[in-house]
Nanobody, 125 residues
Framework: QGQLVESGGGLVQAGGSLRLSCAAS????????LAWFRQPPGKERELLAA????????YISDSVKGRFTISRDNAGSTVYLHMDTLKPDDAAVYYC??????????????????WGQGTQVTVSS
């Protein structure tokens, strides 16, 4: 059974940076598109970034474009979300997810087959 485990969350001051990591196991890495979502308290889960299985396609939401980047290390079965210039509005639980469909399916939360447990990011003003 596939498993995703996020790490790297925590408390950071506004303007600071964090890098989230998501380690995959159970054979759900090299052939899966991977993504990062976040869910602030009382709000819906939002797709932030996605990367195709071969890493030749990426997507970054307009809400974080220019500040967040996604990358993957297939050898290490890890996907990263590097976050710069963090704002208080970026505070949320951040989740990684894996999806084995077509790249076009990567833009819908309902397409994802596996989810991590989430990691909390808190940004102080």
């Amino acid at each position: 059974q596939g498993q995703l485990v996020e790490s790297g969350g925590g408390l950071v001051q506004a303007g600071g940076s964090l890098r989230l990591s998501c380690a995959a196991s159970g054979g759900i890495f090299s052939s899966y598109a991977l993504a990062w979502f976040r869910q602030p308290p009382g709000k819906e889960r939002e797709l932030l970034a996605a990367i195709s299985a071969s890493a030749d396609s990426t997507y970054i939401s307009d809400s974080v474009k220019g500040r967040f980047t996604i990358s993957r290390d297939n050898a290490g079965s890890t996907v990263y979300l590097h976050m710069d210039t963090l704002k208080p509005d970026d505070a949320a639980v951040y989740y990684c997810a894996a999806e084995k469909g077509n790249w076009g399916d990567a833009f819908r939360a309902g397409s994802y087959d596996f989810w991590g447990q989430g990691t909390q990011v808190t940004v102080s003003s």
